[in-house]
Each structure stands twice: as C-alpha cells, then as structure tokens.
C-alpha cells in the first residue's frame, strides 16, 4: 500500500510539471507570434542546454541533502582555462607554460591516478574478456588525453576533443575538494561551497591575469594562433526541420537542435542511469534520506559525498566548454548567477533541499520551465528586475507544491493570522 501510495505521489507529481509546462508553451504561443518559431525555440534549446547541465549536476548533490554554491564559479574558472588552452601556444621548457596549463596538469594527473584505481577495482574478479575491453579503454582515453600534451600539440594550442576530456577533469578537482572537505572535517556544504565559490572567482581572475580579463576565441590554422575549426562545431545545431528563404533569394535550412542539447541529454541520460541502475544510485538517496542510518547499514557516506560533488564539478567544468564555443570566450565571471538558476531548476522539478527526494526527469523538466519563462518574458520585453521577481514567486510556490499539502500550508497561514 506504502508503495503504490508513493507511485501515485510521484505520478501526481510528473502530471503536474508536465502540465506547468504545457501551460507555459501554450501561454507563450498565445502571447508572442515569434515563440513558436523554429529560430526562437533553438535559442530556447541553446539557452537551457548550460543550465540544464549544471542542474543535473547539483541534483545529485540535493539529493544528498547537500548544496553546492561554488558550480557558477567552477564554471567561471573552467571557461578561462579552456580559453586559454585553445588560444595560447606557451613557450620552450616549464617555464613556457600558461597559468592555465598549470591548473590542469595536477587535475589531469590526480584523475588519471583515480580511473586506473577504478578500474583494477572494476575488473577485479571480472571475466578475462571485460578485463581486456577495461584496460584498452582506460588506454585509449589516456592517449586522447595525453595527446595534447605533446610538444607539438602544445605549440598549436589543444584540440576540441582535448579541452572537452581535460577542462572537465579542472572542474572535478574543484568538486573533489568540496567533496573531501565535506566528507572529511564535516563542515557544512553551505560553508565549504561558499568559500570555493569566492576562491574559484579569484583564482579565475588570477589565471585570466589583468585582474580577470576576457579571453576572446577564434578559430585560425596551425600557422597562426587559434582554436581548432572543429571548436565551432559544439556550438553549432543540427537536425534539419525546413528551410527559409532570404530576403536576397538565398535558400537557408532551418536547424533545430544545438549541439549542447545532445550533451545535455547525455549528462542526464548518465545521471539517470547511476541512480537507478546502479548501487551507487540507491546511496545517493539513502544519504539524503537519513545520512546516519545509512552509515549504521555500512553505505560509505564520505565516499557518496565525494562522488556527487565531483560530478558536480566535472559537469560544471562540461558546461565551460559548450559556453565557450556558444559565446567564444572565456570570462571569470561567466557563471555568475548560475548557481541560483540551477538550484531553482532543481526545486522546480520536484527534488526535496532535504535530501533523499527527487526526480532527475523532473529537473530536466524545471529547466525547460526556467528557460520557457525567461524566454516569453523577454519576447514580451518584461524588465529584468520583474522578471527576477516573478521567478523568485515560482521558486516559493514550488517549493510548497512539494510539501505536499499545499491547501494544509494555506489554512495553518490564515489561521495563524486568525489568532
């Protein structure tokens, strides 16, 4: 009975976002003649894609009765770095090296160490036959990365492929941290991602030099300086709907899906599996659900704890490099804000701030909510400041949504009032 209580709850729970969103589209196409239009819903897409990464990301981190502040920052950090790899060709020696090549070098190493411990840890007691296909993977993935680090890759500045596998990898250095400060000293997820949030501003500001200066991309050949061609790519779209024809007779395909979306959907399709399929799914809820009990049961809470906020790092740092090639620079303050965004996202899609409740499709959901409403209130040119404010009125009335009882919420507040 408990458990199909629950199902129907959870039932109730995704026909209500669903239909937030319906009803958001429908007000949107209704309100604007410009929202239902392919170029329109392709920036909406675009737009989402970085959020929506980061919210996948601090899901996890929620679901543990955590909070992460610091993803903006991390985020932030990450764009210069992978600015600064794309477009710097350092010099001869160690002394040649960029601020950036510097951060990544321990991050690299540090990861490169984990995954093959990973992986003996996988393979053990696994068939010959998996134990083979592991370590040529763990091979391969290491001469992809590794690759860029050659003399001659150096002095033509890093692939596309090559940021993508490392600036993540900064991220989850910076997760790492949070995790075992976290874990280890007990200290709460507000103070530790509020001081990583300050220190990676800071240390993006340090690596960009000129007190944080932006770093503008371009692509160029292997002659002059600048990103890869294929740079270009992860921020293009794809996925031909029609065309159009131009005002001077030339005929334009009409693309609806931006490349971030389909990382978007391969972080959460990733999320997704680990905390349904995997055992460390059932942990993540468990910690959240009641952290002392689960350390009572033998669940490893430090280690759950050190994996979430690293994912959490890792996507930030993913959400960096689509950035970059969306807007083609790198900026110590790219992520400002995108913290708050995140976790309304997350709140919106129905995953409890106490932990051990939530729903990853739900945040996928709540982003596209987010990006909807940003979206019909720009087209309506709505102010900035009432935008902050409508959003801000969302977010609370989510939030009691997922109590639960929300005609209970406003009877005991017209009561109180009453007495």
Same mark, same amino acid.
């Given at each position: ?12 729970? /995704? #026909?209500?976002?669903?239909?937030? +969103?319906? %009803?958001? &589209?429908? *007000?949107? $196409? @209704? ?106 993977? /763990? #091979?391969?993935?290491?001469?992809? +990365?590794? %690759?860029? &680090?050659? *003399?001659? $890759? @150096? ?113 959460? +399709?990733?999320?997704? &599996?680990?905390?349904?399929? @995997? ?141």
């Amino acid at each position: 009975m408990a458990r199909d209580a629950g199902t129907l709850r959870n039932l109730a729970g /995704y #026909l209500t976002l669903f239909a937030g +969103l319906g %009803g958001l &589209f429908v *007000a949107g $196409a @209704l309100l604007h003649p410009q929202f239902l239009t392919i170029a329109n819903q392709r920036d909406v897409l675009g737009q989402v894609s970085i959020n929506g990464i980061l919210a996948v990301g601090m899901t996890l981190v929620i679901l543990t009765a955590g909070i992460d502040l610091s993803v903006g920052s991390v985020m932030s950090l990450c764009t210069v770095v992978c600015a600064m790899l794309l477009m710097e060709r350092p010099g001869p020696g160690l002394a040649g090296l960029t601020r950036a090549h510097w951060i990544v070098f321990p991050a690299v190493v540090l990861f490169v160490l984990l995954g093959g411990a990973a992986v003996v840890r996988f393979v053990r007691n696994r068939s010959p036959v998996i134990r083979v296909l592991a370590v040529v993977l /763990y #091979l391969l993935e290491l001469i992809m +990365l590794f %690759g860029d &680090f050659g *003399a001659p $890759a @150096l002095s033509v500045g890093f692939s596309a492929i090559g940021v993508l596998l490392v600036v993540p990898l900064v991220g989850g250095l910076m997760g790492l941290i949070n995790g075992v400060l976290i874990a280890k000293t007990r200290l709460q997820p507000f103070i530790v991602t509020l001081a990583m949030m300050v220190s990676a501003v800071g240390l993006a500001k340090f690596i960009a030099g000129q007190g944080g200066q932006i770093h503008a991309i371009y692509t160029g050949d292997a002659e002059r300086a600048g990103a890869p061609a294929s740079f270009e790519q992860l921020g293009a779209t794809i996925l031909t709907v029609g065309q159009e024809t131009l005002r001077n007779g030339n005929v334009r395909e009409l693309k609806l899906l931006p490349i971030p979306g389909l990382f978007l959907l391969g972080a959460w +399709l990733c999320v997704a &599996f680990v905390l349904h399929k @995997l055992p460390l799914g059932r942990y993540v809820f468990a910690v959240g659900g009641n952290e002392e009990a689960s350390r009572l049961a033998g669940v490893p809470v430090g280690g759950v704890k050190v994996f979430v906020y690293t994912a959490c790092g890792v996507l930030a740092g993913l959400a960096a490099v689509l950035y970059c090639a969306q807007y083609t620079q790198g900026k110590a303050d790219a992520g400002q804000g995108k913290e708050l965004d995140a976790i309304a996202a997350v709140v919106i899609g129905g995953t409890s701030l106490m932990g051990g409740r939530g729903r990853i499709l739900g945040t996928l959901v709540g982003v596209m909510i987010f990006g909807y409403l940003t979206n019909i209130l720009q087209l309506k040119a709505v102010s900035s400041e009432i935008q902050d404010i409508l959003k801000g009125v969302i977010i609370v009335i989510a939030a009691v949504a997922q109590s639960g009882d929300v005609l209970g919420s406003v009877r005991a507040f017209f009561l109180r009032r009453r007495v």
